[in-house]
Nanobody
Framework: QVQVVESGGGLVQAGGSLRVSCAVS????????VGWFRQAPGKEREFVSA????????YNTGSIEGRFTISRDNAKNTVYLQMNSLEPEDTAVYYC??????????????WGQGTQVTVSS
């Protein structure tokens, strides 16, 4: 059984930074692609970023390019999403997902419960 758990969400002012983490257990993430998605109130869930199993390739959606950075620490079975220059439009529940055969947007097999990120203006 693979478990995916997000953490690190919170409230931040516009222009600020926040890092969310994704811990994967039950299987080493060494060979697993991990992606981040988000869902804002009243909107559909959207793809944000993904990182390949060996970290040699990442993909970001256009709206966060240059502001968000995805990285991974295989020794800790953890993927991070560093979010800088946050905007109120980035307010959403952020979900982590693991394992997909369709790089980079999925579908993914395993999902976390989400972590709330709120950016105040």
């Amino acid at each position: 059984q693979v478990q995916v758990v997000e953490s690190g969400g919170g409230l931040v002012q516009a222009g600020g930074s926040l890092r969310v983490s994704c811990a994967v257990s039950g299987r080493t993430i060494r060979n697993v692609t991990v992606g981040w998605f988000r869902q804002a109130p009243g909107k559909e869930r959207e793809f944000v970023s993904a990182i390949r199993w060996n970290g040699d390739r990442t993909y970001n959606t256009g709206s966060i390019e240059g502001r968000f950075t995805i990285s991974r620490d295989n020794a800790k079975n953890t993927v991070y999403l560093q979010m800088n220059s946050l905007e109120p439009e980035d307010t959403a529940v952020y979900y982590c997902a693991a394992e997909t055969g369709n790089w980079p947007t999925g579908p993914y097999n395993y999902w976390g419960q989400g972590t709330q990120v709120t950016v105040s203006s």
